[in-house]
């Protein structure tokens, strides 16, 4: 991957007036010094303004590398060049270049969690290393592999301290090794098989609590270069684990309270000093892997995803359970690393800022803190960065600083040398005692003195000795009842010297400091209004504006109405705004009158009479109506239409007393009224008689057919009810008379059963009788 990277910086250097008579009463002398634009806006000549210029020396400027893989060509590390320039000295300006090269050499070590949970992960990383080569050759021709295990602390309460536990901490017949924190079992070699064979050779061990040593082992990797074997080239870590991990203060549980001092300590490859230090913090490791230019990759669980964002340029990957997809995490994890640059830097001296800008893939831009990064580059993409670098004030010592850039995993760098200017070149030829310094009691440079030990003033014209501060005081009063300076500057030898704001651009002036440029009226939070400049206290306008806070335009464009007239007509323009004289208008010109009746029913009589000499105002007219000109067109479609004019058109529709409708248009029109009236009146058609007639005596007969048919149904409805009564009633009296006169067949029939019967018909009581007189038989 070639990625090309621009710094561009610059800083900003003030200029300083010569002219002797420059200063203005308050000012002192540092004021000779702003930028120039400042200068020349406070009427300094351009031949007496001094601006020098810095410049930039390339120190070193070694080529970068253009290498290729596939070349058969072999170069050392130290060989290859990834940064150019390499060093420069800065007085100003600079602009350089840095790149990736294709087939960098990787240093790769394998740092794995080797607790018994991670059994079954320890078989499939024993073939890694000749796997892992064989797929790193499409990467890189130039690779070495390391491998290294952890454990835990061996203190309690993190393992079992009895003996059989140290000597074996796996319970049941498993066969387990000796606790320990962390063992570089094979240093950075090209030789895959021996990764292998060393990594068989490895044995599982135990702890008892779930979160394991391993950021012990981490900050052991990172500092210890020389035990490692690491070279100077791209350095990756890869942790594999599949719990959790102890950090700082974690060491408590067991008794330890020192911090860890983030040094080497290994002997035979053994880390020796896990019970006396605790675990380092995140903060801290993140400082050790950057130091020493290694990335990380995080070969962890789901639930330590987030690691990605704690530790800059390092990647996370979801380890199997197994770990059977190490070696595509692996490639995956540098593929995302390599595809993304990072710029960082030293420390800064004291006044010094540097701000970023990136031009990635595409020309997409970032700034801020994605003004350091690019990402998602391939093969081929060119990107890079802008970084300005401001000097706000010299330091102290007068020295040159230093400032490192390189990119994030990389371990060239950029080293920049600031020389800052601070004195203007004028001071050089200074005048030692010159005349010009009350007799010669300073030296005068750069338009001014510089006076000497215990003189004061502004020609060096007091002694300290001998004059008495009372009575300088007194001469820096405006009056007996202000304070010295107006409390804005010092009294020094009898005249005020105004102080200095932290914005240069803000500055007191004036005998007693009385006046500044930044304590006028304000207008949308502008100091007048961004259309003046505020001299003591007061706001000078510029052309066309007015107001205390130069907010009140004189233009009056913003005030013109569609007609071309200023507010319609109706109001002043005030401040770039229409204020309507007539209270019923408003609108931003007097357009607006909610209370009128409208342009159609105000001109309604006015264009009748004329129109069509009719209408309240016929007899009135000529004397009423004559403040239009009337145009008559044939039809409708002759009126002038709103979109063909650059002038307010209104369409009206109006109906006279006969109920006839006439259209017509009202306009302005370069201060002349026009109305368009259709010639001819609309009136409706007068009604049909007969078909009305007809159609109501047809809805009478229908009405009257109508209500019969419901008579009728009504009716039959009724009647149908009734038989349905009668033939009920019919059948309950058939069921009576047998139900009554059946009990008494067997007993003989007297007179005195008719009381109970008597609804019975005397011939069917005599019927009855005569069956029961007869024999039975």
Known sequence: NMFVTTYRVTSCQSSCATSQKFLTEGQSKSARCDDLESLKKRNCAVTTIENPRGSVNINKNKPVTNRNKDVAEKLKPEQITQIQPQKLTLTLRSGNCSSSVEDYPIDLYYLMDLSFSM???????????????????????????????????????????????????????????????????????????????????????????????????????????????????????????????????DGKLGGIVLPNDGRCHL???????????????????????????????????????????????????????????????????????????????????????????????????????????????????????????????????????????????????????????????????????????????????????????GRIGRLCECSKDEVRTEDLDANCRKDNGTDICSNTGDCVCGTCECKKREIPTEIYTGKYCECDNFNCDRSNNKLCGGHGRCDCRKCVCDANYTGSACDCSLETATCLAKNGQICNGRGTCDCGSCKCTNPKFQGPTCEICPTCPGVCAEHKDCVQCRGFEAGEKKDTCQDECNYFQLIKVKDRDKLPQPTDQSFPLTHCKERDANDCWFYYTYAIRNETKEVYVVETLECPAGPDIIPIVAGVVAGIVLIGLALLLIWKLLMIIHDRREFAKFEKEKMNAKWDTVSRVAPE?????????????????????NNEKDKMDRPQG
């Not at 797929?135 to 690779?143: A, C, G, H, R, V």
């Not at 067949?745 to 009581?765: E, G, K, N």
């Open 745 to 765: 067949r067997t007993s003989p029939f007297t007179l005195s059963h008719i009381s109970d019967y008597d609804y019975l018909s005397a011939a069917t009581l």
């Open 119 to 249: 059994k079954d992960d320890l078989e499939n990383v024993k073939n890694l290393g000749t796997d892992l080569m064989r797929e790193m050759q499409e990467i890189t021709s130039d690779f070495r592999i390391g491998f290294g295990s952890f454990v835990e602390k061996t203190v309690m309460p993190y393992i079992s301290t009895t003996p059989a536990r140290l000597i074996n901490p796996c319970t049941g017949n498993q066969n387990c090794t000796s606790p320990f924190s962390y063992k570089n079992v094979l240093n950075l070699t090209d030789k895959g098989d021996e990764f292998n064979r060393l990594v068989s050779q490895q044995q599982i061990s135990g702890n008892l609590d779930s979160p394991e040593g391993g950021f012990d082992a981490i900050m052991q990797v990172a500092v210890c270069e020389n035990q490692i074997g690491w070279r100077n080239v791209t350095r990756l870590l890869v942790f594999s684990t599949d719990a959790g991990f102890h950090f700082a203060g």
């Open 267 to 453: 002997e035979n490859n053994m880390y020796t000093m896990s019970h006396y230090y605790d675990y380092p913090s995140i903060a801290h490791l993140v400082q050790k892997l950057s130091d020493h230019n290694i990335q990380t990759i995080f070969a962890v669980t789901e639930e330590f995803q987030p690691l990605k964002n704690l530790i800059p340029k390092s990647a996370v990957g979801t380890l199997s359970s197994n770990s059977s997809n190490v070696i595509k995490l692996i490639i995956d994890a540098y593929n995302s690393l390599s595809s993304e640059v990072i710029l960082e830097n030293g420390r800064l001296p004291d006044g010094v800022s540097m701000n970023y800008k990136s031009i990635c893939k595409n020309g997409v831009e970032g700034t801020g803190d994605n003004g350091r990064k690019c990402s998602n580059i391939s093969i081929g993409d060119e990107v890079s960065f802008k970084i300005s670098i401001e000097s706000k004030k010299c330091p102290s010592h007068g020295k040159a600083e230093i400032i490192k850039i390189k990119p994030l995993g990389f371990t060239e760098e950029v080293e920049v040398v600031l020389n800052f200017i601070c004195n203007c070149q004028c001071a050089a030829k200074g005048k030692p005692n010159s005349e010009m310094c009350h007799e010669g009691n300073g030296t005068f440079e750069c338009g001014s003195c510089k006076c000497n030990d």
